[in-house]
């Protein structure tokens, strides 16, 4: 069975092969990419290209999405699995683009447990088993909208990654040789320095968005891992660690950065 697997893989990568020519011209614009070798392309080209075979592309309102948007996409996603598998996006078949920010219905609660309902802008959504929404304006090649060291690309297939074993609550599907006490821990103490310095008004390099819960903790601290690993391991060296077993990649190692 893995033998016909693997002949399948093959022939859907021969027969969906995203054109070299517009290969080069997405991944060129991507600098979370250019630290990868010749080979980690060569497997991000074939990822990519099956993973557009798999997941359709649409655009909301009218927005027109192009073969260069969906290859930038589609790669930025695909590294994150590079070493993982495209099995890790089951269970799930559409990525929608925005032109800009859209906006959905949000609840807050007050101090006084009143909730007050109101819209919010996002620049990306993950809903477990259904799509990954984001707006084209935040995920375009270097856009960084919360700063250097932000995707909001990576951001929302972490999310995605986290699901796979329910709610996004920052413990995805760990691999067997991985120790589930001592990845807790590594994020959960990282958690709680990052959310005391943030209550002390004490510096961080790290988007304040991370605090908000386990799981943005997880898809922040994801972005970090690849766009700027220097910075996450110098702040957080045991997550660092954790997120390179997870991934089974070492940026630092590849970039320098």
Same mark, same amino acid.
């Given at each position: ?95 929608? $683009?925005?032109?800009?920010? /859209? ?7 007050? #101090? @006084?447990?009143?909730?007050?309902? &109101? +819209? ?6 993950a809903w477990e088993s259904g799509p990954v ?86 898809? $922040?601290?994801?972005?970090? /891992? ?7 391991? #110098? @702040?957080?060296?045991?997550?660092? &660690? +954790? ?15």
């Open positions: 069975m893995n033998r016909l697997r693997l002949l399948w893989r093959r022939h859907i990568v021969e027969r969906h092969r995203i054109p070299a020519p517009l290969w080069y011209s997405a991944i060129s614009q991507l600098r979370v990419v250019e630290p990868l070798d010749a080979a980690e392309r060569q497997r991000l080209h074939d990822l990519a290209s099956r993973f557009l075979r798999a997941k359709t592309m649409v655009g909301a309102h009218d927005l027109e999405v192009t073969d260069e948007m969906r290859v930038s996409i589609a790669a930025q996603a695909c590294l994150l699995i590079l070493n993982l598998g495209l099995d890790y996006y089951t269970g799930w078949y559409e990525v929608i $683009v925005y032109a800009r920010g /859209f906006l959905v219905d949000a609840e807050e609660y007050d #101090d @006084a447990g009143v909730v007050h309902r &109101h +819209a919010q802008e996002l620049d990306g959504e929404i984001l707006s084209w304006q935040d995920a375009r090649p270097g856009a960084r909208p919360h700063g250097e060291g932000s995707n909001v690309v990576l951001h929302e297939f972490a999310h995605k990654l986290d699901m796979l074993n329910g709610a996004a609550n920052g413990m995805p599907p760990l691999h067997e040789n991985m120790s589930r006490p001592e990845w807790t821990e590594a994020l959960s103490s990282a958690y709680r320095d990052l959310n005391e310095r943030l209550d002390q008004n004490r510096p961080i390099d790290i988007d304040p968005y991370a605090a908000e819960s386990p799981a943005e903790f997880f898809a $922040v601290l994801t972005e970090l /891992f690849f766009e700027a690993p220097r910075r996450l391991f #110098d @702040a957080y060296p045991r997550v660092y &660690h +954790a997120l390179m077993e997870f991934y089974r990649q070492d940026p630092m190692r590849r970039s320098g950065r």
